[in-house]
């Protein structure tokens, strides 16, 4: 089973940038795509970005297209999500599934996630 830890998060001022992890162990990455999703303050846990098996593919939701990116480096087992141009509506708490689905119903365990909050 993989195990995911989510890290990176942290306090920014709107337009600037962060950069999070998700390691894997107990098994490598290298048989799964990758789902991040996100819980803002009283909001359902939604979608945000994923990447295929081969990290040849890449999918965002609308509201982050042409500011987020996903990348995956095999050798260290992590996928890395680097978020520009932050916004206060991106304030979150972060969470990466080991997986293809962009439903958050479709995943059983969650790990605590990392917090990202964006000020104004």
């Known amino acids: 089973q993989v195990q995911l830890v989510e890290s990176g998060g942290g306090l920014v001022q709107a337009g600037g940038s962060l950069r999070l992890s998700c390691a894997a162990s107990g098994r490598t990455f290298s048989s799964h795509a990758v789902a991040w999703f996100r819980q803002g303050p009283g909001k359902e846990r939604e979608f945000v970005a994923g990447?295929?098996?081969?990290?040849?593919?890449?999918y965002y939701t609308d509201s982050v297209k042409g500011r987020f990116t996903l990348s995956r480096d095999s050798a260290k087992n992590t996928v890395y999500l680097q978020m520009n141009n932050l916004k206060p509506e991106d304030t979150a708490v972060y969470y990466c599934?080991?997986?293809?689905?962009?439903?958050?119903?479709?995943?059983?365990?969650w790990g605590r996630g990392t917090q990202v909050t964006v000020s104004s």
């Open positions: 990447i295929s098996l081969s990290g040849g593919s890449t």
């Open positions: 599934q080991g997986g293809a689905s962009g439903d958050p119903d479709e995943y059983d365990q």
